[in-house]
């Protein structure tokens, strides 16, 4: 079961292969990062614009050091991350070049999915992670959602499905946040953690908006 189906998605990702895969919030579609011909591949497959970055995906919280430049405490990582969070931060040289080449950031998602952290640790470097739909089209919260990406996609994990498929506020995604400036930080997405999210940065680091 568990074992193989993360060994399987880990060997069509090293295979240069691009993998749909449940979230804590909604579908992904994931890629090697550090891979330039898959993530061009992704960029393809949602007909999605150039210039939007992609987010990576990370197995632990601690690997994140090797991707980025962390200007805020640990605690407040962990505060955040695993979860529906998606914390911006200066990327490092580590990185893809051809990841994102057109920003100095990147968006990092540690999800609070036990699949899909065991698939992001079997893999040797981060994931590229995008949601499972065509570029302007909602978001999806089962693998039948988007049949339409399915011919296009080496593997199909169905871990069946993801929230309310009925509410509105499942599909949000997660919370877009820009940490990159020291002290404070910037919606860039409300998702669907926002106030617990702003509660934390406020009130326990004393964060202020990057707009005050």
Same mark, same amino acid.
Do not use: M
């Given at each position: 079961?568990?074992? *193989?189906? =993360?060994?399987?998605?880990?060997?069509?990702?090293?295979?240069?292969?691009?993998? @749909?895969?449940? !979230?804590? !919030?909604?579908?992904?579609?994931?890629?090697?990062? &550090? #891979? %330039?011909?898959?993530?061009?591949?992704?960029?393809?497959?949602?007909?999605?614009?150039?210039?939007?970055?992609? @987010?990576?995906?990370?197995?632990? =919280?601690?690997?994140?050091?090797?991707?980025? $430049?962390?200007?805020?405490?640990?605690?407040?990582?962990?505060?955040?991350?695993?979860?529906?969070?998606?914390?911006?931060?200066?990327? %490092? *040289?580590?990185?893809?070049?051809?990841?994102?080449?057109?920003?100095?950031? =990147?968006?990092?998602?540690?999800?609070?999915?036990?699949?899909?952290?065991?698939?992001?640790?079997?893999?040797?470097? +981060?994931?590229?992670?995008? %949601?499972?739909?065509?570029?302007?089209?909602?978001?999806?919260?089962?693998?039948? *959602?988007? &049949? #339409?990406?399915?011919?296009?996609?080496?593997?199909?994990?169905?871990?069946?499905?993801?929230?309310?498929?009925?509410?509105?506020?499942? $599909?949000?995604? %997660?919370?877009?946040? #820009?940490?990159?400036?020291?002290?404070?930080?910037?919606?860039?997405? +409300?998702?669907?953690?926002?106030?617990? !999210?702003?509660?934390?940065?406020?009130?326990?680091?004393?964060? =202020? +908006?990057?707009?005050?």
């Amino acid at each position: 079961g568990w074992g *193989e189906a =993360v060994a399987a998605a880990a060997a069509a990702l090293q295979a240069g292969g691009l993998v @749909a895969v449940p !979230t804590d !919030t909604v579908y992904g579609v994931a890629c090697l990062a &550090q #891979d %330039s011909a898959a993530v061009r591949s992704i960029y393809s497959l949602k007909g999605r614009n150039g210039a939007k970055p992609l @987010a990576i995906c990370l197995g632990d =919280v601690e690997r994140l050091y090797r991707y980025c $430049r962390v200007n805020v405490p640990d605690e407040l990582l962990r505060d955040l991350l695993p979860g529906p969070v998606t914390l911006v931060l200066e990327r %490092s *040289e580590e990185l893809n070049k051809d990841l994102n080449p057109f920003t100095s950031l =990147v968006g990092v998602r540690v999800p609070d999915h036990p699949f899909l952290r065991d698939l992001a640790r079997a893999c040797p470097g +981060p994931l590229a992670l995008t %949601s499972a739909n065509l570029s302007s089209r909602g978001s999806t919260l089962s693998v039948l *959602e988007f &049949q #339409d990406l399915w011919p296009q996609l080496s593997l199909v994990v169905d871990g069946g499905p993801i929230g309310d498929i009925q509410s509105p506020e499942c $599909r949000l995604g %997660s919370t877009v946040v #820009d940490l990159s400036v020291s002290g404070k930080f910037s919606i860039i997405r +409300p998702g669907c953690a926002l106030a617990p !999210t702003v509660e934390i940065l406020k009130k326990k680091y004393g964060l =202020v +908006p990057e707009s005050s």
